[in-house]
């Protein structure tokens, strides 16, 4: 029998098949990994701006859709069978560096529960401020709704606003501000929709 003989061409190719191979499986373990930890990143920072004792069911579990211009899904926070927040991940659009995804939590009522930032790409030491690891800038935004305050101090303080700037960094807090009271619009507008349960 005579023996298979194989070209380099045909060695590298297999070899090259081989670690495709390998760093595709890597790469999705990896992706699974990650995703995971961001979830569980997500519910923690939930959690900090609304606690656990304060709704009793299965939060994750029941993702709802809001139709405005765009759909946008929330979930919603019962207790006791009663409405108490609705949670949405949102995007503001317009940060320094792009991009700024943060949870908020809404009431009924239309006020803010809270708001965490999760993630950014803004620059470090100026408009990572929004993180409430480094200030507690964002901590302002608790209890406010669209009549508390005023609609034109919806601003920073340098625009005749009522929220701190940053020095140095203004373009991060207006799109967080711009974002948050758009998300304060949107829950007025279909408050409704947001916060009837829906039929099983």
């Known amino acids: 029998m005579r023996p298979i003989r194989t070209s380099p061409a045909g060695i590298v190719l297999i070899f090259s098949l081989i670690g495709l191979g390998l760093v595709t499986l890597t790469y999705d373990q990896s992706k699974s990994r990650i995703n995971d930890n961001e979830e569980r990143a997500t519910e923690a920072m ?20 809001v139709r405005g211009s765009v759909p946008i899904r929330y979930y919603l926070a019962r207790l006791q ?44 030491g100026l408009g990572d401020l929004i993180e409430t690891s480094k200030s507690n800038w964002i901590e302002q ?24 700037q940053f020095a140095g960094a203004t373009i991060t807090p207006r799109a967080m501000i711009e974002s948050v009271k758009a998300l304060l619009n949107l829950v007025k507008e279909h408050r409704e929709e947001i916060f009837t349960l829906p039929e099983q």
């Open 141 to 164: 935004f608790k209890g406010l709704s669209l009549n508390n305050p005023q609609e034109n101090l919806w601003r920073v303080k340098r625009d005749g606003g009522q929220f701190d």
């Open 46 to 65: 939930i959690h900090s701006i609304l606690p656990y004792d304060q709704y009793d069911n299965a939060l994750f579990d029941e993702p709802l859709t």
């Open 81 to 124: 069978g009663q409405p108490v927040a609705a949670i949405f991940m949102q995007v503001a659009p317009n940060g320094y560096n792009g991009n700024i995804h943060f949870v908020a939590a809404i009431t009924p009522d239309g006020h803010i529960s809270g708001i965490r930032v999760v993630s950014h790409h803004e620059t470090p």
